[in-house]
């Protein structure tokens, strides 16, 4: 373009409310400040809308048809701020509470209003693992109808009652394992994007749980078993613990890891083919809850070695407060333990009790292993396990 | 004993949408920020309003074109100075239009005599008071039927302008009177289909609201309106103040955009009374 042929938009017969504003804030967008733009076209408003609408942009006129391009053009664009980069190699240490709820990368108009997560640093909450994680979690997502509900339960019916004692402790269970992440979870500064996910899924793959152990306890009865106090009580603690790396700690690396070491057992020795199915399908989401929490504590403790004294502290300070409560009660042990016979022969309650024991240093085996995962040595390991609540979550 | 500062800038604004409040916050706290101790006082109409500034119960007042001239006016019968200190850029250089349905038989204004011709509260300048005195200027008589939506705030809620745009589109009226910018936003949301109207006149520019001040106002009042006239847009603190209250930026006041109002108001004497309470 020549410097005596200012730049020209043709908006042709569209009026400037019907799009047209669209084609002159392009042109605009294409010129350096300073220069003009002149607007062309047949709709018989156009001056004097185009005189309304540049006004309110802030844009000088010259004549009736010429714009000025000034920063005005850039309207909201003008200052704003990227929220770090878009990509997970974008997330950064702390990010600004005016970022809010955008997307990581997005340009933050300036004065956007500050949003203040209290879960906004990088070393309290990421890791790398969590994109991997929650694609994996998002196609791993099951329907709780494809279980077989149409299975022949033919057990004795004390043993039936077995099952539904121990579906009623489960599902208080898994309320707990969905409460604590759903709280959390708005709490991350949503800059932690994929962290977001990764609690929303596990709140939705409880939700399935409760679901599917709900329905199991009331497959062949009307009613569920017992609530003991001191279940409630161990629980309680969990959803006490205000701190996000402490309560991941108890709940998803000690409580979820004992949990799963549980469903296994489920898996293999629930007396019907039902509940095995059940039992194998949320001990696969349970593994990925555990794998999530050791991911982000291990990337926590490695920001903040000072981490670990606190994690001992509070496996300690729950045990103290659950020192005076029963532990695990007798009617879900002594349900597991018949659960697991399948039957009132002799031989088959000794397998059964057998069985119940091995699951307790199972446990205990499993905890130890996820503790020195985090870097705890083997006599820390243990006597860490030994002090997670009897329990088991 | 808590007591209110007596040093303290006082404004008066009218309080025509509950927004007002969160606008006048917002200044008061950069202000206050910036060093200047200011604070505002919300009026139910502007009549009140200025009846107030009359009787020195605040310094500063954001008045409607309107409100300014009956400032001006009942200043000059008591001798007392008035001034306007700041405007808005967009309160300059507006125009009125008059709409008429794209399928009329009006081809000039002229065509309009005794014509139904919706306009807005009876106290808009905008939308009633200059578009119906420059139909009159030309000779044009119309039949004026107001749309009254909340009498007393001059105009600032749009609502009057809509109704008599709504009354056009149901041809209960042959014309309808609004600010040109409204052409395009009556548009946009749709109460005038596409290329269901077209503008048949448009007035001369005329400017809007100001910040009036009479008499000597306050020993702050240079600092405030130095201040006002340094916001900026690109300011962040300031942008959702400006954005709110419909501005890019503060113009020095100017008088010439008000001639056309004064005029209209002594042609429909609708200040009259007005003044003649207030004495």
Same mark, same amino acid.
């Given at each position: 373009m020549s410097p005596s042929s200012p730049p020209t938009v043709d908006l042709g017969a $569209?009026?400037?409310?019907?799009?047209?504003h669209l084609l002159v804030r392009r042109a605009l967008r294409a010129l350096p400040d300073g220069a003009r733009l002149t607007v062309v076209g047949s709709d018989a408003t156009l001056a004097l809308d185009l005189r309304a609408w540049a006004r309110g942009s802030g844009l000088p006129m010259e004549g009736e048809r010429t714009l000025v391009r000034t920063p005005a053009a850039e309207g909201r664009w003008r200052g704003a701020e990227r929220a770090?980069?878009?990509?997970?190699?974008?997330?950064?240490?702390a990010p600004s509470p005016?970022?809010? $709820?955008? $997307?990581?990368?997005a340009a933050v108009e300036a004065g956007s209003p500050p949003l203040h997560f209290p879960l906004a640093t990088r070393a309290e909450v990421w890791t790398d693992e969590a994109a991997r994680m929650y694609r994996k979690a998002a196609a791993a997502q099951w329907d709780?109808?494809? $279980?077989?509900?149409d299975t022949v339960i033919d057990h004795p019916p004390e043993v039936e009652d077995a099952v539904v004692q121990v579906m009623t402790y489960l599902v208080e269970n898994e309320v707990a394992a969905l409460l604590v992440p759903a709280r959390f979870l708005a709490q991350?500064?949503?800059?932690?994007r994929e962290v977001l996910q990764v609690l929303a899924v596990q709140a939705a793959d409880e939700a399935r749980h409760i679901e599917v152990f709900s329905r199991r306890a009331l497959h062949l009865r009307d009613v569920p078993g017992l609530s003991t106090a001191g279940g409630q009580a161990s629980l309680a603690t969990l959803l006490a613990e205000p701190d996000f790396a402490l309560s991941t700690f108890l709940l998803s690396v000690l409580g979820e890891g004992s949990f799963l070491t549980l469903l296994w057992f489920l898996a293999e020795h629930a007396p019907d083919p039902l509940t095995r199915a059940i039992a194998r399908a949320t001990a696969t989401d349970e593994a990925r809850h555990v794998a999530f929490g050791l991911a982000h504590l291990g990337a926590h403790l490695a920001a903040e070695p000072d981490l670990r004294v606190r994690l001992v502290n509070a496996v300690t300070r729950r045990h103290q407060a659950l020192a005076g409560t029963a532990g695990l009660n007798e009617e879900v042990h002594d349900a597991l333990l018949l659960l697991a016979a399948g039957g009132w022969e002799h031989a088959r309650l000794a397998a059964g009790a057998a069985r119940v024991t091995r699951l307790a240093s199972d446990m205990d085996e499993g905890r130890q292993q996820r503790l020195k995962i985090l870097g705890f040595d083997a006599a820390e390991a243990e006597a860490m396990s030994s002090l997670h609540t009897r329990n088991f979550m | 004993m808590l007591r209110a500062p007596s040093d303290t800038l006082l404004l008066g604004a009218v309080a @025509?949408?509950? =927004?007002v409040v969160t606008i006048w916050e917002g200044f008061r706290l950069w202000f206050a920020e910036h060093g200047v101790d200011f604070d505002f006082v919300l009026y139910s109409n502007y009549e009140r309003q200025v009846a107030a500034h009359l009787n020195g119960e605040f310094h500063v007042a954001w008045n409607s074109p309107l409100a300014w001239i009956e400032a001006r006016r009942a200043a000059l019968a008591r001798g007392v100075a008035c001034e306007a200190v700041a405007m808005r850029?967009?309160?300059? *250089?507006l125009t009125s239009l008059v709409i008429v349905r794209a399928?009329?038989? @009006?081809?000039?204004?002229? *065509?309009?005599?005794g014509a139904r011709v919706g306009v807005g509260a009876?106290?808009?300048?905008?939308?009633t008071l200059l578009p119906l005195h420059w139909l009159a200027e030309q000779g044009v008589a119309v039949d004026a039927r107001r749309f009254d939506v909340?009498?007393? =705030?001059?105009? *600032?809620?749009v609502g009057g302008e809509r109704d008599a745009a709504r009354a056009l589109m149901r041809g209960e009226v042959d014309a309808c009177c609004l600010i040109d910018g409204n052409h395009a936003a009556f548009t946009k949301e749709g109460t005038?289909?596409?290329?269901?109207?077209?503008?048949l006149g448009q007035t001369p520019p005329y400017d809007h609201c100001n910040m009036t001040v009479l008499g000597?106002?306050?020993?702050k009042m240079g600092r405030f309106v130095e201040l006002l006239l340094s916001?900026?847009? *690109?300011d962040p603190a300031v942008r959702p103040l400006l954005e709110m209250e419909g501005l890019r930026a503060w113009r020095p006041g100017r008088l010439e955009g008000y001639v056309a109002l004064e005029a209209a108001v002594d042609r429909f004497g609708t200040i009259d009374a007005f003044l003649a309470d207030v004495g």
């Open positions: $569209l009026p400037l409310a019907a799009g047209g770090g980069g878009a990509s997970p190699e974008g997330v950064v240490a005016r970022w809010g $709820l955008a $997307l990581r990368g709780p109808a494809s $279980l077989p509900w991350v500064h949503p800059h932690f | @025509y949408d509950p =927004k850029d967009t309160d300059q *250089d399928d009329a038989p @009006y081809r000039t204004v002229a *065509d309009l005599a009876g106290d808009s300048p905008q939308a909340l009498v007393g =705030k001059h105009g *600032d809620h005038f289909p596409l290329g269901a109207v077209r503008v000597d106002g306050h020993p916001m900026s847009w *690109d």
